[in-house]
C-alpha cells in the first residue's frame, strides 16, 4: 500500500478546524474581549464562519469530534469516522474543514 501525505495534511486541517471551532465557542459563550470587539460574550468571532455557531453546545460537540477525530486520520484508522470528523471539522471551520474532507476522501485506501 502506497502512504501518502493526504491523510496528514487532512488530519492536521481537521484538528486545527476543531481546535478554532472550540475556542470561537469559548468566546462565545464566555466572552474574551470587549463587548462589539468580536471576542466578547455572544459575538461571533470574524475566524469562525461556523453553521450552527448561535448554538454553543452543539457547536462545542462538533469541534470536540473534529479534534478527537482528527487523531484517528493522522493513525488511519476507522475511514468512516474519520470522514465523519472531517464533516464535523467543515461545520466547525469551513476554509480547512472543506479540503479535510476532501482530502480524507480521497485517501480511503490507505486506512486499515
Do not use: N
Not at 471576542?39 to 469541534?63: H, Y
Not at 471551520?93 to 485517501?107: D, E, K, N, R, Y
Request: hydrophobic content about 55%; aromatic content about 8%.
Amino acid at each position: 500500500m502506497k502512504r501518502s501525505k493526504k491523510p496528514v495534511i487532512g488530519g492536521i486541517f481537521t484538528m486545527i478546524s476543531g481546535a478554532l471551532g472550540m475556542l470561537g465557542t469559548f468566546s462565545y459563550w464566555i466572552g474574551i474581549g470587549e463587548a462589539g470587539s468580536g471576542f466578547g460574550k455572544g459575538d461571533m468571532p470574524p475566524f469562525v464562519p461556523s453553521i450552527i455557531f448561535g448554538l454553543p453546545v452543539p457547536s462545542l460537540i462538533l469541534a470536540m469530534i473534529a479534534l478527537i477525530g482528527g487523531v484517528l486520520v493522522l493513525l488511519r484508522t476507522r475511514w468512516m469516522l474519520s470522514l465523519v470528523s472531517a464533516i464535523a471539522a467543515t461545520l466547525s471551520f469551513m476554509p480547512l474543514g472543506i479540503p479535510a474532507v476532501i482530502l480524507v476522501a480521497l485517501s480511503k485506501d490507505e486506512f486499515k
